[in-house]
């Protein structure tokens, strides 16, 4: 038996409703809520935001820049109209040059005139029978005029030798040493032909 009076805390409810709010440290209330939900959307927004450009710097920038480098290198490459060419001047000269100077091939010795009407006369100086008609055959064959085929009776000589009068035969008795292989060629103004051959020892014509 209760030995204290009924007062209203002995009346309980048979369906007790909640009494207060009680919070507890996880809990937000519903204002507090709704603040947090709006900043969070912006901070997602600010996040779409730097994603989008980083994605245009990564994408975009790279081939603006790529771009600009290829035209100016292209640019860069490409001639200007109004600049002379330096390859043209350059070989000039030496095309001027090279069809100037003659090639050393061409630098040749010219012949010395000679004149092969004059009376030429052959002369064996040898003991060796028909030499000097052989050394007239060679002088005929080669144009000269042969006149007079004989024995020498001058002084010995020691090889063959082409005479001439004059200076003005001097060229000629070179041509016809040249075409006798005869190396020796002599003044003798008191010659009475032109020209005289003497054939002498080691005569090979």
Request: proline share 8%.
């Amino acid at each position: 038996m209760n030995m204290y009076s009924r007062d209203e805390f002995d009346a309980i409810p048979e369906s007790p409703r909640r009494q207060g709010v009680h919070r507890t440290r996880g809990e937000t209330s519903v204002e507090g809520g709704g603040q947090s939900g709006r900043g969070l959307r912006w901070i997602l927004a600010a996040g779409l935001i730097a994603l989008v450009i980083g994605a245009l710097a990564f994408f975009v920038l790279p081939r603006l820049g790529l771009s600009g480098t290829t035209a100016a290198a292209s640019s860069s490459q490409k001639p200007t109209s109004g600049a002379p060419s330096a390859a043209p001047s350059s070989s000039a000269p030496s095309q001027a040059a090279s069809s100037a100077a003659p090639p050393p091939s061409a630098k040749t010795t010219a012949p010395p005139a000679a004149d092969k009407t004059l009376e030429v006369g052959v002369y064996n100086a040898t003991a060796t029978g028909g030499l000097g008609t052989r050394a007239a055959t060679a002088a005929r064959s080669a144009g000269w005029a042969v006149s007079t085929v004989g024995n020498w009776g001058g002084a010995p000589v020691s090889a063959s030798v082409v005479y001439y009068k004059t200076a003005a035969q001097a060229d000629s008795a070179k041509a016809l040493a040249a075409d006798l292989g005869i190396a020796t060629v002599q003044e003798a103004p008191a010659l009475g032909l032109p020209l005289a051959v003497v054939v002498g020892p080691g005569f090979g014509g």
